[in-house]
Nanobody, 122 residues
Framework: VQLQASGGGLVQAGGSLRLSCAAS????????MGWFRQAPGKDRAFVAA????????YYADSVKGRFTISKDNATNTVWLQMNSLKPEDTAVYYCTARIGPATTVQARWDYWGQGTLVTVSS
């Protein structure tokens, strides 16, 4: 499984960004796809996840109502739409995949893409 994340950048507080994750190498029908983030000096933390079949979504409380995870089955792409961004959202964002249901536990995810940096200025 290969995961290619993109879309990070610099944005002012209150702005929006959309991250993309292009997935390849498997049929993803049994997979969940997710996003984690790692802020400077902090552990990597769960942000959002989506089950490939059925599309059930999960969010960290800190992003609920502001971020939306979605997918496109035809292109094997997962997006993270981030609105009302705050300086505390500044982090490297990682796309991840696992076989089975989503989990907030980092160690249970099987595949990781390279990170994409999101910087939110105040």
């Amino acid at each position: 499984v290969q995961l290619q994340a993109s879309g990070g950048g610099l944005v002012q507080a209150g702005g929006s960004l959309r991250l993309s994750c292009a997935a390849s190498g498997r049929t993803f029908s049994s997979y969940s796809m997710g996003w984690f983030r790692q802020a400077p000096g902090k552990d990597r933390a769960f942000v959002a996840a989506i089950r490939w079949i059925g599309g059930m979504t999960y969010y960290a409380d800190s992003v609920k109502g502001r971020f939306t995870i979605s997918k496109d089955n035809a292109t094997n792409t997962v997006w993270l739409q981030m609105n009302s961004l705050k300086p505390e959202d500044t982090a490297v964002y990682y796309c991840t995949a696992r076989i089975g249901p989503a989990t907030t536990v980092q160690a249970r995810w099987d595949y990781w893409g390279q990170g994409t940096l999101v910087t939110v200025s105040s």
